[in-house]
């Protein structure tokens, strides 16, 4: 039988020793006195760091604390500034979600997050991992708080032989047994550290493991098999048109529907994008205006679920359509992809 209590205190004093520093953490010291982590800080770093790393999002948080403290100052906040605050750090539909969220805590909740995971997730845009992390690290409620990085943890530790995404119930449960109102809010974040640090997703450390003691995937010889996974599938490939359409120094750049990819975000003007590449005739057919469009090669992006060309053509304004003119320096707040298509079409020109 697994020794629960001895796991427990093993990692909890790895943690209380080699705990990182993040900006938006009350460490453990902190924590044994009675201190607790803000919520709001709790929150917004969980919605920035999914589905990106820790030293990417840390700019960005420091940079929303610092313009917008609390989150009555970020539910203030016009969509489109927190959407070029929020450009570069992608899954723009958190950008939408997060501004919903703060205006409900403000309007309905007087500024002051709920302390429960019930009441949490009834915030718009808060799901079961957030609402979760915040009840553990912002009030130490005994939730279970599975990341990828505690399911990593969690499938070598038990030595999971089923594959994600399939094993995700099981991972959880495990990690849920383990949770204990001793705590919690550390316990959790002792896990996450442990797998960023240490239980990393290549060359595992486990010469400085804590939990080594008790890890099947360790006894196997290989740990760093774990967790199984099913082969990827192949990510699909689009085609499409940026239309980088300037007057002089400036850019002319259209707001994208509210819903769907990047949407509420300013952008270039685009075509569809489809599976197929576009031809001269189709790409000038469907140009913003009409005009003499250049052809400046294409760029390339990635997107989670799918690949995207972009050829990029470029004219110069008559004066038509209703555009938003950009200068140069604003064009650093577009998303990376329209960050891409702009310079190529400014910087490629003879």
């Given at each position: 039988m697994l020794d629960i209590p001895a796991l427990r205190a093993a990692l909890l004093a790895w943690y209380d020793a080699q705990a990182r520093d993040?900006?938006?953490?009350?460490?453990?010291?902190a924590g044994k006195a009675g201190a607790r982590s803000d919520p709001y800080r709790v929150w917004l770093s969980?919605?920035?760091l999914q589905q990106t790393t820790v030293p990417h999002a840390a700019p960005y948080f420091l940079s929303f604390t610092q313009r917008w403290p609390t989150v009555s100052d970020l539910a203030a906040v016009e969509d489109g500034e927190l959407m070029a605050a929020w450009a570069g750090l992608g899954y723009y539909a958190r950008a939408r979600n997060l501004l919903a969220c703060a205006r409900a805590v403000a309007a309905e909740h007087g500024g002051v997050f709920p302390d429960t995971e019930e009441a949490l997730r009834a915030?718009?845009?808060?799901?079961?991992?957030?609402?979760?992390?915040?009840?553990?690290?912002?009030?130490?409620?005994?939730?279970n708080v599975v990341d990828g990085n505690v399911e990593r943890v969690m499938a070598r530790l038990f030595a999971v032989e089923d594959p994600v995404p399939d094993a995700k119930p099981e991972l959880k449960r495990l990690a849920g047994d383990l949770v204990t109102a001793d705590r919690p809010g550390d316990w959790a974040q002792a896990l996450m550290d442990l797998g960023a640090t240490v239980c990393r997703p290549k060359q595992p450390l486990c010469d400085r493991c804590p939990v080594r003691p008790w890890c099947e995937g360790f006894r196997t010889g290989a740990p760093e098999t774990y967790p199984r996974k099913l082969k990827k599938a192949d990510r699909p490939h689009r085609h499409g048109v940026a239309y980088v359409l300037t007057r002089g120094e400036v850019t002319a750049l259209v707001r994208r529907p509210p819903k769907g990819l990047l949407g509420g975000m300013l952008g270039l003007p685009t075509s569809d994008w489809r599976d197929r590449p576009w031809s001269d005739a189709e790409a000038t057919e469907v140009a913003p205006v009409a005009g003499a469009w250049r052809d400046l090669g294409t760029v390339d992006h990635v997107f989670t679920h799918f690949s995207l060309t972009?050829?990029?053509?470029?004219?110069?304004?008559?004066?038509?359509?209703?555009?938003?003119?950009?200068?140069p320096d604003g064009l650093a707040a577009l998303p990376s992809v329209f960050l891409k298509a702009a310079k190529a079409g400014r910087d490629r020109l003879v």
């Open positions: 993040l900006p938006w953490r009350t460490g453990p010291a969980e919605v920035m915030l718009p845009g808060v799901g079961a991992y957030t609402a979760a992390a915040v009840a553990a690290i912002a009030f130490d409620r005994p939730a972009l050829r990029v053509l470029r004219a110069e304004s008559n004066g038509e359509g209703d555009f938003v003119w950009t200068a």
